[in-house]
């Protein structure tokens, strides 16, 4: 499984991003694909996640009503929409997968990892 993530850049705070991930090679439906960002100088975090089969999402309860996750099966893409961004949403945003369609918010569970994109939100 390879994972692609795009769509990071920099803008100003209010503004939107949408970031995407391309999975290739992923040979089940029974996965779980997350997005996860590290702010500078700071620990992983999860963001939001969802199944693959069935499309659950869930969003980190303090980012609900600004982020928002979803999936184009067709695409094997996953997008996470970024809104009224704030600087302190500047990190390095990854995506992720597991095996299996229980979402986890803990970075140990995923067994695949992209290479991340980094978002930068000026005040």
């Known amino acids: 499984v390879q994972l692609q993530a795009s769509g990071g850049g920099l803008v100003q705070a209010g503004g939107s991003l949408r970031l995407s991930c391309i999975a290739s090679?992923?040979?089940?439906?029974?996965?779980?694909m997350g997005w996860f960002r590290q702010p500078p100088g700071k620990e992983r975090e999860f963001v939001a996640g969802?199944?693959?089969?069935?499309?659950?999402?869930y969003v980190a309860n303090s980012l609900k009503g600004r982020f928002t996750i979803s999936k184009d099966s067709a695409k094997n893409t996953v997008y996470l929409q970024m809104n009224s961004l704030k600087p302190e949403d500047t990190a390095v945003y990854y995506c992720?997968?597991?095996?299996?369609?229980?979402?986890?918010?803990?970075?140990?569970?995923?067994?695949?990892w992209g290479q991340g994109t980094l978002v930068t939100v000026s005040s």
């Open positions: 992720a997968l597991k095996w299996g369609s229980t979402g986890y918010t803990t970075t140990q569970q995923y067994n695949f």
């Open positions: 090679g992923r040979t089940s439906n029974d996965v779980y």
């Open positions: 969802v199944r693959w089969s069935g499309g659950n999402t």
